[in-house]
């Protein structure tokens, strides 16, 4: 198999697949504000004191929320 094709004998790509991007960051939005409001919940999660579990939640629903905002410009721009 050689390892470089010359232009007249490569094939074309194909074409790109259109995908619905948008329903995967949601179910992570709500996977991630169920998981805050576990934390709030639950005291031994809650009073530890570090912010480290209601940190890295409020994180995963900022950056779901900064990933949901490109998308809708991504699918806006694309039309």
């Given at each position: 198999m050689p390892?470089?094709?010359?232009?007249?004998?490569a094939k074309p790509p194909p074409p790109p697949v259109r995908?619905?991007?948008r329903r995967p960051v949601l179910v992570g939005l709500v996977v991630w504000a169920v998981?805050?409001?576990v934390a709030i919940a639950v005291?031994?999660?809650r009073?530890?004191?570090?912010g480290r579990w209601l940190g890295s939640c409020v994180a995963?629903?900022?950056l779901g929320l900064v990933g949901l905002a490109?998308?809708?410009r991504r699918g806006r721009r694309g039309r």
């Open positions: 390892l470089f094709l010359p232009p007249s004998k995908t619905d991007d998981l805050l409001g005291p031994e999660v009073d530890t004191g570090e995963g629903l900022a490109h998308l809708h």
